[in-house]
């Protein structure tokens, strides 16, 4: 019988030795790359020894919930998540029609899960666009909740649009054109810092040396210049001892981070950071981004080192985190056994470093690094990488597991 993850008063996580955690294998290709994942999650963790195991808990959300509950996404799934506070999904499909909500947004909404996390990095000889994909190692932070994704909208001619238009004409003077559609994006300063405070930590953490705030403030100064500012003022005032502007950095100690300070906070302009990334990757770290260009430069990086096969995701909130891969349900490869499964085995690398399980995690990415060396991959790398071999999504599974083994009695850690 295992036991549920606790959250100690300082906010950190009490993990068991046998930990409950919920699971939904997910719709479409979900089951084919859950399947493979969870031996290779097992097989990691037994490896990794002080007698630790997971308890899983299958959880049910998307199609099957709706098939065998009526409900995409049961009170009883989300009250295990809370119960538990880690759990880990496949991808759901969200049904094309009017008024079925995504169960993806109604999760992260309902659980409060501010923080879009996302981590990317390449893994040789994957296939990529540019020439130096290995300069990429960073972690998006994405913030989850609030800019012109909070839902507020009103279709053209509707009278709530005309009103909105009425009162801006009123408050600003100036006139919308009326045949438009109407949405609104706030950001607020709580918003904001709960997600930068989250970044920062991470940073401080994992021995990152930069957060940088993307933002197009230069044009939105309320919204997008909010969160420069707030950002900046949460690493003042709460990391004050640890961190320093790269305006300070540069101006009081000629580039050089001066004793005790161990992180340089920055900022960029959401377009020139789009040009940076390309152009510099080695000079970023961790990212902290608004809604909306958070979604734009998480798919943009994922490009960079090889696509969505291989991208990891978290969704973090306070004490609680739902692991899935970036990519979606893909129904018209479902259930035939060929598609990658590295991101949510990466995904479930993630998980292991939340729960303190740096090491399992460790030996996921370095089984997952050395088996994708192999050239043994699925058909999404296969098709773009030479002198490979097409293998199916469990042989590949297989190889990784292979792997862990030999690493294990390699006594490569
Ligand atoms: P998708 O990610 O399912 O597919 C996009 C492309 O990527 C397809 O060509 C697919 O073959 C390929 N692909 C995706 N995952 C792959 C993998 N593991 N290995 C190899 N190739 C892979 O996106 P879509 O087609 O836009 O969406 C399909 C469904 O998934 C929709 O219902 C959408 O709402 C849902 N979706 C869910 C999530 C989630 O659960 N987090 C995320 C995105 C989309």
Same mark, same amino acid.
């Given at each position: 019988m295992g036991e549920a993850i606790t959250l100690r008063p300082d906010g950190t996580l009490n993990t068991p030795k046998n930990p409950v955690i919920p699971f939904v294998p997910g719709d479409g290709i979900g089951p084919d790359i859950w399947g493979v994942a969870r031996k290779v999650f097992d097989q990691a963790v037994a490896k990794s020894g002080g007698g630790r195991s997971i308890d899983w808990l299958e959880i049910y959300a998307g199609e099957k919930a709706l098939r065998e509950f009526g409900d995409t996404l049961p009170e009883a799934s989300l009250e295990a998540i809370r119960k538990f506070r880690v759990a880990i999904k496949g991808p759901l499909t969200t049904p094309v029609?009017?008024? *079925?909500?995504?169960v993806n947004v109604a999760l992260r909404r309902t659980l409060d899960l501010y923080a879009c996390v996302r981590p990317v990095r390449y893994f040789p000889p994957v296939p990529s666009p540019v020439r130096h994909p290995e300069l990429v190692d960073m972690i998006v932070f994405r913030e989850n909740?609030?800019?012109?994704?909070?839902?507020i909208e009103w279709p053209k001619d509707s009278p709530e649009a005309r009103e909105v238009m009425a009162l801006v004409e009123k408050l600003s003077g100036k006139r919308i054109r009326e045949d438009s559609g109407i949405g609104i994006k706030p950001i607020s300063r709580s918003g904001t810092q709960r997600l930068v405070r989250m970044a920062i930590r991470y940073a401080l953490d994992h021995g990152k040396t930069s957060v940088t705030l993307v933002h197009?403030?230069? *044009?939105m100064k309320f919204t997008e210049g909010g969160f420069r500012a707030w950002g900046y003022e949460v690493a003042e005032t709460e990391f004050g001892e640890e961190t320093i502007t790269e305006e300070r950095l540069w101006k009081e100690a000629g580039g050089v981070l001066p004793q005790g300070k161990k992180l340089v906070i920055k900022d960029r302009i959401a377009d020139a950071m789009f040009q940076q990334i390309l152009l510099q990757p080695e000079e970023y770290s961790v990212l902290a981004l608004p809604n909306l260009n958070g979604d734009y430069i998480s798919d943009a990086l994922a490009a960079q080192v090889g696509g969505l096969g291989m991208a990891p995701g978290a969704n973090i909130g306070e004490g609680i985190a739902v692991f899935e891969a970036t990519h979606g349900s893909s129904p018209k490869d479902a259930g035939k056994n060929i598609v990658n499964p590295s991101a949510v085995i990466l995904s479930g690398a993630m998980m292991f470093d939340y729960i303190g399980w740096g090491d399992v995690a460790t030996r996921i990415r370095k089984a997952l690094a050395e088996s994708i060396e192999t050239r043994h991959v699925t058909f999404d790398l296969a098709k773009q990488m030479e002198n490979s071999t097409q293998v199916l999504c469990s042989e590949f599974g297989d190889i990784v597991l292979e792997h862990l083994e030999k690493c294990w009695l390699g006594n490569a850690w």
């Open positions: 029609g009017k008024g *079925i909500r995504s909740t609030e800019d012109v994704y909070a839902g197009k403030g230069n *044009i």
